[in-house]
């Protein structure tokens, strides 16, 4: 009885009415396409992932009972390199989900200018209910269900919502026992011990901030006197914040799944993290006051970053958003719906596939120290992070003036247009 509990449980976390992701991914595409006036075959070679994989993964539970789990992998385009992105684990998952995620992945390495494709992964499963046990028998189980299409490469996979380094390990683990031989290239976001590059903890963070430092400059905002709000104050979330925070802004407001804060003095990023890790949440930090998710995102701040889940921001909260930059450090959180409304309302988007481009830079470079068996050190990490993804942030912003249009449409144009270009290239074969 209790198993099929939790199955009906996961069915109904999946049933929840939402905006479809790949939709509003092939929304995106359609929307650059017209722009690039994408041969029509192009287009649809652009609109489908090149592989999908479904596994069934049965887990041994602590308690002895058998659990069978889904997991997902879709590899979407590799015409630009191997495929490269996350795995999450969340009771949400999808495979349209899954397949928006591997769209957006692809963009995004693109839009970055790295030799990569996109791809993306992920388990329907709470990993907040399993003991540290069930989740590596569960993560070495994935590993070997999609081992056959991963290698250094072939699909380089990382961390992502609900996954970590410790995951990595073990999915690198895995992979070496069944090949043979240690290959550490074969996964990013690695602990530092097994391969791993300094600076990754913190580079989707890092490389938030850097776009929005060049944001406040487009837009001639002072830094060192503007405010902001974090609303999903995981990894990404929180490393934004308190880098964003030696630049002088002052944190205004925070979320996380339990709740969300506000505080009129402003907070420090530091002892927000130190108390959430400390008591499991953000909610009841000293001198704030909890308030609704939709009153964070619409908070009186100059910036806003989105740094949760896909689908955050939806035409009706779009209406009262007052920030003048947004950075999209989640992946998807805007709806194409809500993003005409904030273009009309001259909100200046970074868009995901631009903002939190840093983790992916950063695992390229762990890659190719991997590859090549050298090492940096993370000021040159950081060095290397800042002056890619300042230069993509460049060529973003100036397709996105050439064309007149907002600046999501200006990195699917960057992004799509180098993706086409090497599928156009490419050929079909046979």
Known sequence: MAQKYEVREMQQANQQVKPNPFENALEQLRIAAEYLKLDEGIHQVLAHPKRQLTVA?????????????????????????????????????????????????????SVA????????????????????G?????????ASAISPIIGPYQDIPA???YTNAQTMAWILDTYNTLEGFMSPAVITGKPIALGGSLGRDKATGRGAVYTTVEAAKANK??????????????????NFAEILQSYG???????????????????????????????????????????????LLQLNVDILSPAALENAILPDTAKGIKAKIIVECANGPTTPEADKILHANKVFMIPDILANSGGVIVSYLEWV????????TEDEVNAMLEKKITSAFRDVHAASLKHDVDMRTGAMIVGVGRVAEAVKTLGVFP
């Open 57 to 109: 993964l049965p887990v041994k539970m602590d308690d002895g009972r058998t659990r069978v789990f889904t997991g997902y992998r879709v590899q979407y385009n590799d015409a630009r390199g191997p495929f490269k992105g996350g795995i999450r684990y969340h009771p949400g998952v999808t495979l349209d989900e899954v397949k928006a995620l591997a769209a957006w992945m692809t963009w995004k390495t």
């Open 113 to 132: 200018n790295i030799p990569y494709g996109g791809a993306k992964g992920g388990i329907v499963c709470d990993p907040k209910r399993l003991s540290a």
């Open 134 to 142: 069930e989740n590596e028998r569960l993560t070495r189980r994935f």
């Open 159 to 161: 961390p992502d919502v």
């Open 221 to 238: 905002i002072n830094l060192k006197s503007a405010t902001f709000a974090v609303q999903g104050f995981g990894n990404a979330g929180s």
């Open 249 to 295: 802004p002052k944190l205004m407001g925070a979320s996380d799944s339990k709740g969300s804060i506000m505080s009129k003095a402003g907070m420090d990023a530091g002892k927000l993290i130190a108390y959430k890790e400390k008591t499991g949440s953000v909610v009841g930090f000293p001198g704030s006051q909890e308030i609704s998710e939709k009153e």
């Open 369 to 376: 120290q991997n590859l090549e068996r050298i090492y940096w």
